[in-house]
């Protein structure tokens, strides 16, 4: 029988990674395909960001101490994009789940592709879909009155640090989505973990006002470290923390580029081949 | 030369459940194998073996020589798989979800692209090909998961119940498609729950059942087995059931059985229908018992299992339906409480 496939045979290093690439690439422009045919769901997720941003703007500003000589919608809006970014990645393990539930995981599991391409093509989808959610809401925050202080590089730099955090959770979801399989489970799971995972953390209002036994609870919370470190390149260094009970790394911008990418490298170092660990041992 | 698929001793267990007890099969290259039984039977957990998605807990399993543990990352370039466990992507149209499928071959783009052509115009697709799946009917949309799995021209291909659920029209279409395959020398393992089915497209067919083979053999060494043909009358009078059996008794070759609340009576006649019918109308009329109806019937899947197991198909789905209609009879009650 003619045949023309050309899978790597063997262990060959070099054409497993080329393969895992292309492969995952291959799955993310389907699913990148699948958001543009069902757009309704762009809509939906954009819903919740703007809602947070209005009732935060509107409802809670006038009762949130800020820190000085900034406004809560400045103090808010950098906040609200990394919450939105952690709440964005959701849709990795839900994907997975229905993916699961069709019947497609099955398919891919039984062709000759790269057992990591799923994953990445979903993550990367996802990362794509939480750009594009990023540059609206951005408008939606100029909207209430937030302004980028720090020039574009800042700017740029706080989108990046932005994506690659939700990267990350994607990672976590896709972890998730995998232990739970199903889609109403993975979205109680999520939400279950992720709310106080944002709350308890400076993203939404600053940590001086919590409750003293959780304070420490919520400077250690990574999200608080990449709040107040996206904070720092969007608004410049009237965002730094000052607070004297805080480590000195995190009262600089190099401390918490720092702090906040041992905190993404570590998170990815254990959730990308768990995961991928997981996709391959399902059954 | 080795069979395109051989298992041996292959054993799985979910839990305390042991979905396959140890089976034995040879299938040999270029054949239609039917793994023929109803749900739960296991028919599901082979194939899954056999396409790498699940491994074994015991005995052995080659696909085209390929151990289906071991070899797994090459098996899978040489197999196709379709039907209950496989999909295709409904936001997607039927020429990109082959595309992406030839793709994960490892196709060329260019060679994916001219395949998922070739291949939806085969299966009588190509027009619907722009189109996204989600606008496909269940008989288009099983034909496109069919097409998927052979973008890249598989040495042995899976189809697993490939028309349950489907329209009589749709299954007939479908069964014209494999039968193409066949013709071209494809290795096949097919399960399915019908009898019928296994008879139209496989060469040697295994019934299946609680995770073991019962019985295997071409269609009609199944169809002796079993005893031919089976004579149903439907007596008017309900009553008259009893006395009907006891004119036919004797006549067959088995006992006639009697479901006395129905006015149903059953009788083996072995592989000379016509003429028992013949005899059987006639013996009636002298009686002056009256028939609503009479009809010859082939072995179903039920009469297969009747006679080798002692038990009907249907119980491998009474869990199922059971629970099926405890929540119908839940939501009766409800609305009564409203």
């Not at chain 2, 496109?144 to 899976?158: G, K």
């Amino acid at each position: 029988m003619s045949t023309t496939i050309t899978t790597p045979t063997g262990t060959r290093a070099g054409s497993r990674i080329r393969y895992g690439f292309a492969d995952g690439m291959v799955v993310m422009r389907r699913n990148v395909l699948q958001i543009s045919r069902i757009p309704t769901v762009l809509i939906l997720e954009l819903v919740q960001p703007i809602m947070f941003v209005l009732l935060f703007r509107f409802v809670f500003a006038g009762n949130i101490i800020t820190p000085p000589g900034m406004t809560y919608v400045m103090y808010l809006m950098p906040g609200i994009f990394v919450q939105n970014a952690i709440f964005g990645s959701t849709t990795t393990a839900i994907g997975l789940a229905e993916d699961m539930k069709k019947g497609l995981v099955d398919r891919f599991r039984s062709l000759p592709m790269a057992r990591s391409a799923v994953l990445v093509g979903r993550t990367s989808s996802d990362l794509a879909k939480n750009f594009i959610l990023l540059m609206l809401v951005i408008p939606v925050g100029y909207l209430v009155g937030f302004r980028f202080t720090n020039g574009l590089v800042g700017a740029i730099g706080m989108v990046l640090l932005v994506l690659i955090v939700g990267f990350a959770f994607s990672w976590i979801s896709a972890t998730v989505g995998l232990a739970i399989k199903e889609v109403e489970g993975v979205q109680a799971a999520m939400f279950t973990g992720i709310f106080p995972i944002v709350f308890i953390s400076s993203a939404l209002v600053p940590v001086q006002g919590m409750v003293s036994w959780i304070q420490p609870i919520a400077k250690h919370n990574p999200v608080t470290i990449w709040a107040n470190c996206a904070r720092v390149l969007a608004l410049g260094d009237v965002a730094l923390p000052t607070d004297p009970g805080t480590k000195i790394p995190t009262t600089s911008l190099e401390g918490l580029l720092v702090l906040s990418t041992i905190w993404i490298v570590g998170l990815l170092i254990v959730f990308v081949p768990v995961s991928i660990r997981m996709y391959r041992k399902l059954t | 030369m080795a069979g395109a698929i051989v298992a041996e001793g292959l054993r799985k267990n979910f839990g305390t459940v042991e979905a396959l007890r140890g089976i034995d099969l040879d299938v040999g290259s270029g054949t239609v194998f039917g793994f023929l039984g109803p749900n739960g039977a296991g028919k599901t957990t082979a194939v899954r073996i056999f396409t790498t998605l699940l491994l074994p807990d015991g005995g052995r399993a080659e696909v085209v020589g390929l151990d289906v543990v071991r070899d797994a990352e090459a098996l899978r370039a040489r197999i196709g798989l379709a039907g209950q466990s496989a999909a295709v992507d409904e936001n997607l149209t039927g020429l990109e979800n082959i595309e992406m499928v030839g793709r994960l071959y490892h196709l060329s783009s260019a060679e994916a692209r001219r395949r998922a052509g070739e291949i939806l115009e085969r299966f009588g697709l190509a027009e619907a090909g722009d189109r996204q799946a989600k606008t496909y009917s269940g008989g288009m949309r099983r034909r496109l998961d069919v097409a998927a799995s052979l973008v890249a021209r598989p040495d042995v291909l899976f189809l697993d119940e490939p028309t349950t659920g489907l329209d009589p029209r749709s299954r007939m279409d479908l069964w014209a498609m494999i039968r193409e395959l066949v013709q071209e020398g494809r290795t096949i393992l097919l399960t399915t729950q019908y009898l019928e089915e296994a008879d139209n497209l496989a060469d040697r067919i295994a019934v299946v059942d609680l995770g073991t083979i019962i019985a295997e053999g071409t269609a009609d060494e199944l169809k002796d087995q079993i005893g031919g043909e089976v004579l149903e009358l439907h007596v008017k009078d309900p009553a008259q059931a009893g006395q009907v059996a006891q004119t036919l008794s004797g006549m067959g070759v088995g006992e006639p059985s009697v479901d006395a609340e129905a006015g149903k009576v059953r009788i083996p006649v072995g592989s000379d229908g016509p003429a028992a019918l013949l005899d059987s109308v006639r013996r009636l009329d002298d009686m002056k018992l009256a028939l609503a109806d009479i009809a010859l019937h082939r072995p179903t899947l039920d009469d297969v299992f009747l006679s080798l197991t002692g038990h009907a198909a249907e119980e491998g789905h009474q869990e199922q339906e059971g629970s099926e209609r405890r929540k119908q009879g839940r939501k009766r009650g409800r609305r009564r409480d409203a």
